[in-house]
């Protein structure tokens, strides 16, 4: 008892962090109705800048050379936008006393104070009226932003450091025995005063009491005078200034690097729904007590009782608090603070397609065409393109169509991968050096894959419940809570999963009625068979058929007045809770679909390959290609990371840093989601063709009577793309 | 209006720019660190810090040695000149370090440029680049500074200082990628059809993946650091380092029969390299001396990577399960790699264990970084290495203080903008390995490009001299572990301010791999 007393104690420290960070996402809650997927991004900026002045002495300003140095662009000399700005030479690791401390701290929470500045003015203020959807990818893209610029100017090596904490130990800790840091306790107590302090502010000051009207009504403050945009900014930097302070107390306690700390975002979401996304000082008490249950979970796990082999100890460190999160916020759904704004943007258009079959047969065509034309590893491009183009196309229907924000479609898909190499090995090792032989239920590759769809159809549907009580950015909360829950519960439990859970899962080589449809050839051993690429444009080709068609049919109508409007759809006859369901389970299959050809594609899966980062990057990239079509998808997939487009690129930008060109990418991805509002690439692209076609025919047919030309524009914008 | 068209083509402008996002440059040039946490099993080679190293390798071999005698296919060297003054003992440096020697000392003194008119002999390097989760540049980078040695200084690949005969330019070509199955798997198509001569896994999370194109096709492969059982034991493939084979046996065996430690407790990274390696190469050979009855008890820890709120408790539940054990003698050997390390370190030392006093802790060398040794908590920690320490080359023979002194003067010469590290060391011992193997089969009259012959080279050489550390020999395989060739293994003690070495030296750790898988053969 006494050690597992000790275990919730030393978790003082996490949950130290975990309940700053969380204090600061309540606070820019309150302040704009964001919930701030770039949270941990602050805090890890923030603490890289203390360690560069503690190292170097330098200050990396939060952007990067705009010009880069390759090819005849070295020529030009261009001056360049600074970056870095010296402090003191040799860093203030050689300053002894107080301000050798005090610079770097001081230094470190201005940077914090400029992140929020910056949050406020080129993220969120723009999208202040935008739908949650362009908010939570607004996030998103400030996150990959400050990630890829953290990379940029601090390097991706790991940084360990003492930090500024006493070091000292506190023998004995409460009588139980042990030895606790003191550092830990400092954490943990700033935190908690941390939490006073801006809990005092929100309750006796101005600010705050101005602050939590805007929050209850937007428009009731801005009658009193209160600009809801300035109490925004002042938010902003509150949540920034505890974020960074969070990461700055850290580093001494855990290694800094720009994922660890971007990844706290998620114990922090949590911390936060703890305090109904409105309470501070239950946001503080939530963080404290999920990194000390955290903690104490480790004691359990390692407890002889403990059914190690069914639940894995990370497991039940991880998921059980989280899991509690989604609960707490199951139960309170509908008393969690819906911010009320001044104006929000529409919907993004869902224009149904016409000439469905017709489109298809020319994808098809023009799939084939490139299945005959590619070979190696450009064949691997190009069914890397259509695998993600087919689990996209689950996003197409869930968040473009139903309107409900989901950032865990690639762990269905990933369910679905899992499950398929349960239901079709037969105990068997498939190459001779793999670590495990997988047992399962040897069943033909057809039916194998149409349970492990239905096993994702089965999960997709659990986790779509939630939606039945919250929404919005509440569910993405939710849902990327969602993806550590399955990750650790199904991919990573052997009971489940079978040997090869925790590490390389084989997969059996697929043959569907006698066509064997695998990705390696036999003779060549390439992973580049043309039967596998045309097994996959054909998934392909049908989903979106069947997702076009969708949109065109009563369930595809029912769906666009679900996410128009929740309560004028049930007032007009549509079973809200049913199509929600109906929504999850279709996207579910689709994306169980996408798991199952991915399964096959890479022979050997991990869990890994369905992870928080890749989820987000799915979803960005088919809210660039247009969240709302099928054709969104497809353009989607051909942009992703691996796909076709990107790898022609790619011999172009040979000489530029990948993490250049996803900070410039992060950057495009916040400012389609101002301008673009979800409809991408693909709505665009056929307005500005709509445009050019519409000016031609004015021109060609010049006839007095013509409709005016907006008129005409809007009527053709309803039917577009395939 | 006008204005908000120009707005979204704007949009669409920028929305392209993701595109690139992840395809990036093979030449990801993106400085990187010392040394990365997500690395599993490396006993690579040595670790981080670089003090200024002396200029070396300028003082010797002012002329080419002028007997026109090729090296046979064994790697003896031709008769040094007169003059030249040759430290170096093929007996205990392995085979080929007298032609080495002799071959640098010339390159310096009188370069030898390849012959560009012959044929390249084409590395093919496929390595994770570019992701904050893992990216190891400095491997690739390594390879090419010691490409460009070979190419500028000593004529190529199979080029000859004696007749002044350039060989085949040495040729790296790199496919980058980021934690990403499907990338690759792209890249391993791309090294199977390139025509390299042989094919390079650096550090990689993907190599089980990758394997069966290239063996079936049956590529000669040469990887850098075993980290899954696929790297341990694929037929047709061999190692330059031993990986976590040679980081975990190596350290049991030290703990265990050397420094009669009688329990073990071992934290270890919960991810998928760290749980084969754990399985594999701790467990099993901990529970083969627990059957033996040379040991009382031991136990694993799994560590999750990256996260902190579990690490305070698993360290109090450590010592708590040290004190219950009953052992008189117990110590800590730790699976985890890299920041885990320093993350543990400074958690054990919260919980008041000091490694100087208390309970003893073992860690494998890619551990050591700058961080780790400048902190006090890292004094008394013994770290393992398979090869020199390149920061105390007077620890060592004359010849390998020169070899050490002088590798580290070329890194520091290249102009390279990513920070040198113990990877960048592996990577640059990597080239010259090669190119003193197909040198040797050029010498012999054998054909490079014969892919089996290649393989056969690795496969029948006898233990040859590698840069950097005790001679390779990857004739002897081990039946479950036959892509990992012979390796020494010694724990150095990290007393604060320099290293203690091993009194024992370095001891055969192959010969307790082999005892322990076939005492206790995976299941």
Same mark, same amino acid.
């Given at each position: 008892m006494d050690l597992f007393l000790l275990a919730i104690l030393s978790g003082l420290g996490a949950g130290g962090v975990f309940a700053m960070l969380g204090s600061g996402i309540v606070s820019a809650y309150k302040g704009s109705g964001v919930i701030n997927f770039a949270h941990g991004a602050v805090a890890m900026y923030s603490a890289y800048t203390w360690s560069e002045l503690t190292l170097r002495g330098d200050i990396k300003l939060p952007w990067f050379d705009p010009i880069p140095e390759f090819g005849f662009l070295k020529t030009l000399h261009l001056s360049n936008l600074p970056v870095r700005i010296s402090v003191h030479d040799g860093g203030f690791q050689n300053v002894q006393g107080f301000w050798g401390t005090f610079f770097p701290i001081f230094f470190g929470l201005v940077m914090s104070v400029l992140l929020g500045a910056m949050l406020h003015f080129l993220v969120f203020r723009p999208l202040r009226n935008a739908p949650a959807?362009?908010?939570?990818?607004?996030?998103?893209?400030?996150?990959?932003?400050?990630?890829?610029?953290?990379?940029?100017?601090f390097g991706t090596s790991l940084r360990t450091q003492d930090g500024f904490l006493p070091k000292g130990s506190w023998v004995n800790a409460l009588g139980l025995g042990g030895t606790i840091g003191w550092d830990r306790v400092w954490v943990a107590g700033a935190a908690v005063i941390m939490g006073l302090v801006l809990t005092a502010i929100y309750r006796y000051t101005n600010f705050g009491l101005a602050t939590r009207a805007a929050d209850e009504n937007e428009k009731g403050?801005?009658?009193?005078?209160?600009?809801?945009?300035?109490?925004?900014?002042?938010?902003?930097?509150?949540?920034?200034?505890?974020?960074?302070?969070?990461?700055?107390?850290?580093?001494?306690?855990?290694?800094?690097?720009?994922?660890?700390?971007?990844?706290?975002?998620?114990?922090?979401?949590?911390?936060?729904?703890?305090?109904?996304?409105?309470?501070?000082?239950?946001? /503080?008490?939530?963080?404290?007590?999920?990194?000390?249950?955290?903690?104490?979970?480790?004691?359990?796990?390692?407890?002889?009782?403990?059914?190690?082999?069914?639940?894995?100890?990370?497991?039940?460190?991880?998921?059980?608090?989280?899991?509690?999160?989604?609960?707490?916020?199951?139960?309170?759904?509908?008393?969690?603070?819906?911010?009320?704004?001044?104006?929000?943007?529409?919907?993004?258009?869902?224009?149904?397609?016409?000439?469905?079959?017709m489109g298809a047969m020319f994808a098809v065509g023009v799939g084939l065409f490139?299945?005959?034309?590619?070979?190696?590893?450009?064949?691997?491009?190009?069914?890397?393109?259509?695998?993600?183009?087919?689990?996209?196309?689950?996003?197409?229907?869930?968040?473009?169509?139903?309107?409900?924000?989901?950032?865990?479609?690639?762990?269905?898909?990933?369910?679905?991968?899992?499950?398929?190499?349960?239901?079709?090995?037969?105990?068997?090792?498939?190459?001779?050096?793999?670590?495990?032989?997988?047992?399962?239920?040897?069943?033909?590759?057809?039916?194998?894959? /149409?349970?492990?769809?239905?096993?994702?159809?089965?999960?997709?549907?659990?986790?779509?419940?939630?939606?039945?009580?919250i929404r919005g950015v509440q569910l993405a909360v939710v849902t990327i809570t969602a993806v550590t829950v399955i990750e650790e519960f199904i991919f990573k439990n052997e009971s489940v999963s079978g040997p090869?859970?925790? /590490?390389?899962?084989?997969?059996?080589?697929?043959?569907?009625?006698?066509?064997?449809?695998?990705?390696?050839?036999?003779?060549?051993?390439?992973?580049?068979?043309?039967?596998?690429?045309?097994?996959?444009?054909?998934?392909?080709?049908?989903?979106?058929?069947?997702?076009?068609?969708?949109?065109?049919?009563?369930?595809?109508?029912?769906?666009?007045?679900?996410?128009?409007?929740?309560?004028?759809?049930?007032?007009?006859?549509?079973?809200?809770?049913?199509?929600?369901?109906?929504?999850?389970?279709?996207?579910?299959?689709?994306?169980?679909?996408?798991?199952?050809?991915f399964?096959?594609?890479?022979?050997?899966?991990?869990?890994?390959?369905?992870?928080?980062?890749?989820?987000?990057?799915?979803?960005?990239?088919?809210?660039?290609?247009?969240?709302? /079509?099928?054709?969104?998808?497809?353009?989607?997939?051909?942009?992703?990371?691996?796909?076709?487009?990107?790898?022609?690129?790619?011999?172009?930008?040979?000489?530029?840093?990948?993490?250049?060109?996803?900070?410039?990418?992060?950057?495009?991805?916040?400012?389609?989601?101002?301008?673009?509002?979800g409809e991408g690439v693909a709505l665009l692209q056929s307005d500005q063709g709509d445009h050019i076609l519409s000016g031609l025919r004015r021109k060609r047919e010049d006839e007095p009577d013509d409709p005016p030309s907006d008129v005409a524009d809007t009527n053709e914008r309803v039917g577009e793309p395939v | 209006m006008r204005n908000s068209k120009l707005m979204k083509l704007f949009a669409i402008l920028f929305a392209f720019a993701l595109i690139a996002a992840a395809c990036g440059g093979d030449d990801d040039d993106n400085a990187s660190g010392d040394d990365d946490g997500t690395v599993l099993g490396d006993d690579a080679d040595e670790p981080a810090p670089e003090p200024e190293p002396e200029p070396a390798g300028d003082d010797g071999g002012e002329e080419p040695a002028p007997e026109p005698e090729p090296a046979g296919d064994d790697g003896d060297a031709p008769p040094p000149a007169d003059d030249m003054v040759l430290l170096s003992d093929d007996a205990v440096d392995g085979a080929g370090a007298n032609a080495f020697e002799a071959g640098i000392q010339d390159g310096i003194a009188n370069p030898l440029a390849a012959d560009d008119s012959l044929d390249p002999v084409t590395i093919f390097v496929v390595n994770l680049e570019g992701d904050p989760g893992g990216s190891f540049p400095e491997v690739s980078e390594g390879m090419r500074i010691a490409r460009d040695f070979i190419n500028d200084n000593l004529g190529g690949v199979g080029g000859d200082y004696m007749t002044r005969t350039g060989g085949r330019p040495l040729e790296i070509e790199v496919c980058a990628h980021l934690i990403d199955a499907a990338e690759a798997q792209a890249c391993a198509n791309e090294a199977a059809t390139s025509g390299a001569n042989l094919i390079v896994p650096g550090i990689d999370f993907f190599t089980p993946l990758m394997y069966p194109v290239w063996t079936g096709a049956g590529l000669p492969v040469f990887e850098f650091l075993p980290i899954f059982i696929a790297d341990f034991d694929t037929t047709g493939i061999f190692a330059l380092t031993g990986g976590c084979v040679a980081a975990f046996p190596g350290a049991v065996q030290e703990v265990v029969r050397e420094r009669g430690h009688d329990y073990v407790a071992v934290p270890y990274s919960d991810n998928a390299p760290g749980q084969e390696c754990y399985s594999d190469t701790q467990e099993r050979p901990l529970q083969y001396l627990l059957n033996q009855g040379e040991i009382v008890g031991f136990k694993g820890y799994p560590d999750l990577p990256g996260d902190p709120s579990d690490n305070d408790a698993n360290v109090q539940q450590i010592l708590a399960d040290i004190e219950a054990s009953g052992a008189t003698n117990p110590a800590i050997h730790y699976g985890i790699q890299a920041s885990d390390c320093a993350e543990y370190q400074d958690s054990f030392a919260a919980a008041g264990n000091d490694a100087q006093t208390d309970i003893k802790i073992y860690a494998s060398g890619s551990c050591v970084d700058d961080a780790v040794l400048t902190s006090d908590t890292a004094t008394g920690i013994f770290f393992g290495f398979s090869t020199y320490l390149p920061e105390e080359p007077q620890l060592y023979s004359d010849y390998v203080a020169w070899e050490l002194n002088w590798r580290e003067d070329t890194i520091d010469n290249s102009g390279t903008s990513i920070p040198k590290s113990t990877f960048m060391r592996g990577g640059f011992n990597m080239s010259f390995y090669v190119q003193a193997l197909l040198g040797e089969m050029i010498a012999a009259g054998e054909d490079v490009d014969d892919p089996s012959a290649v393989s056969n080279k690795f496969a029948t050489t006898p233990p040859h001299h590698k840069v950097g550390g005790p001679p390779l020999d990857c004739s002897a395989g081990i039946d479950e572990f036959e892509s990992i060739c012979e390796f020494n293994w010694q724990q150095n003690k990290w007393t604060g301010d320099g290293w203690e070495l091993d009194v024992e030296g370095f001891t055969d750790g192959s010969s307790f791999v082999r005892e322990f898988s076939e005492g206790l053969p995976r299941s």
């Open positions: 959807l362009a908010k939570v990818i607004g996030s998103v893209g400030a996150m990959l932003y400050l990630q890829s610029t953290a990379q940029l100017n403050a801005a009658l009193l005078g209160y600009s809801a945009q300035r109490l925004a900014l002042m938010n902003w930097i509150l949540s920034a200034v505890m974020a960074g302070t969070a990461g700055i107390l850290f580093v001494g306690i855990a290694t800094l690097n720009p994922v660890n700390y971007t990844l706290f975002v998620l114990p922090a979401l949590g911390a936060a729904l703890l305090g109904g996304l409105s309470s501070v000082a239950l946001a /503080t008490a939530g963080g404290l007590a999920l990194g000390m249950f955290q903690s104490g979970m480790v004691n359990v796990a390692n407890q002889s009782w403990f059914p190690s082999d069914q639940i894995p100890p990370s497991g039940i460190q991880k998921v059980i608090p989280l899991a509690v999160v989604v609960l707490v916020l199951f139960l309170r759904g509908n008393k969690l603070p819906v911010r009320g704004s001044i104006g929000t943007k529409g919907q993004p258009r869902a224009p149904q397609s016409n000439h469905v079959v490139m299945a005959n034309v590619f070979t190696t590893n450009w064949m691997v491009t190009f069914t890397t393109t259509l695998v993600l183009m087919l689990i996209m196309m689950s996003l197409t229907v869930l968040v473009g169509y139903l309107g409900q924000i989901s950032l865990a479609q690639m762990s269905i898909a990933g369910v679905a991968a899992y499950a398929v190499v349960r239901f079709a090995s037969n105990g068997e090792k498939i190459n001779e050096f793999d670590a495990v032989a997988v047992g399962g239920l040897d069943l033909p590759d057809p039916i194998a894959a /149409t349970l492990a769809i239905l096993a994702a159809v089965v999960i997709g549907t659990l986790l779509g419940l939630p939606a039945l009580r090869g859970a925790r /590490t390389n899962n084989p997969v059996p080589r697929p043959s569907w009625f006698g066509w064997d449809v695998g990705i390696q050839s036999k003779t060549t051993f390439l992973t580049d068979r043309w039967q596998f690429t045309v097994f996959a444009i054909i998934a392909v080709a049908i989903t979106g058929i069947g997702v076009a068609n969708l949109r065109r049919g009563q369930t595809g109508r029912r769906f666009l007045a679900v996410r128009a409007n929740e309560r004028a759809a049930e007032a007009s006859g549509i079973d809200v809770a049913k199509t929600k369901m109906l929504g999850f389970a279709i996207s579910s299959g689709i994306a169980g679909a996408g798991g199952v050809l399964a096959y594609k890479l022979t050997i899966i991990k869990f890994d390959n369905f992870g928080v980062f890749t989820g987000l990057a799915l979803l960005a990239f088919v809210y660039l290609g247009g969240i709302t /079509t099928v054709y969104g998808a497809v353009i989607g997939g051909l942009l992703a990371s691996g796909g076709i487009v990107n790898g022609f690129v790619g011999l172009h930008f040979a000489g530029v840093t990948r993490d250049y060109i996803t900070a410039v990418g992060a950057i495009g991805l916040i400012v389609n989601a101002i301008i673009t509002n | -």
